[in-house]
């Protein structure tokens, strides 16, 4: 609970020290001012939640004072206590918001401290909304600045994702120019790159696609076995092999280990004209 501070204004000594005497016992920290300018002077150096001010006083009236709160700290709960007043006065400053009530001397006890209590209550009310609005536009801020960084990302992503795709694709156009076949054979047995000329040979002249088929329904049992041992990784030439069919080719083998960080086999192989 934040301290609550009572500012009391009254240029009367006698009616300044009941209202002490009374509200003491409410546990308030209670500040005492003869004068509107007094007043103003101990709200500039005190956080103060509810002021009670009369309103026959020397240099400005009760309302004027309060008026002049309102504008300056307009958080404050502003009571006028008299026992004369001005009643179109009173209650143009209670429309225009600068009196939250206006209560008649002499008061009973009860009722004044009942009063002041609900005038507590409404200024830590007020205060409470203040800290959750602040909270809240900081919590909207800090979402705004992650969905900015998220957006970023996003678009940095989607970009190196387009860009990956342009590259592959190039890099599909190369291997299918290329005048000899190249096989990518996963460490599952699936093959994973196929060029023209790979389809050519070994997927009925294009007809059967060899994307995501076992390399060992379409690749020739003798080169797949020669060409994906550890003895074909460690021979760096080209090898030569003839086919069951009667097609002799030359083939280089190579461990995808070594040029980058998937598993399986490269294969290439040159069909013997």
């Given amino acids: 609970m934040m301290e609550r501070t009572l500012l009391l204004v009254d240029d009367e000594e006698n009616i300044a020290s009941a209202l002490v005497r009374l509200l003491r016992r409410d546990g308030y920290q209670i500040l005492r001012a003869s004068s509107g300018k007094e007043g103003l002077e ?93 909270q809240l536009r900081e919590a909207n801020e800090a979402l705004s600045k992650i969905n900015h960084e998220l957006e970023q990302r996003v678009e940095d992503k989607t970009r190196e994702i387009v860009r990956n795709m342009h590259i592959l694709q190039i890099s599909q156009d190369i291997l299918d120019f290329l005048p000899v076949a190249v096989l990518g054979i996963g460490d599952d047995g699936l093959i994973a790159i196929a060029n023209q000329m790979a389809h050519k ?43 069951s069919g009667g097609q002799d080719v030359n083939y280089w083998c190579y461990s995808m280990g070594e040029l980058s960080h998937a598993k399986g086999v490269v294969l290439v192989i040159d069909p013997v004209s």
């Fill in 42 to 134: 101990l709200l500039s150096k005190n956080n103060v939640g509810v002021i009670i001010s009369d309103q026959r006083m020397p240099e400005m009236t009760g309302v004027e004072f309060l008026s002049k709160v309102k504008e300056l700290y307009p958080d404050t709960v502003r009571i006028v206590l008299s026992g004369y007043t001005d009643l179109n006065s009173v209650t143009d400053a209670i429309n225009r918001g600068a009196i939250y009530k206006f209560l008649t001397k002499p008061w009973e006890d009860e009722l004044l401290r009942a009063n002041v209590e609900e005038a507590f209550r409404r200024y830590e009310m007020k205060i409470e909304n203040i800290r959750l609005t602040l």
């Fill in 201 to 243: 040979m070994f997927g009925g002249n294009g007809e059967r696609p060899l994307l995501g088929e076992m390399a060992s329904e379409m690749i020739p049992a003798e080169l797949l076995a020669n060409a994906t041992t550890k003895e074909c990784f460690k021979q760096t030439g080209k090898k030569q092999l003839s086919l």
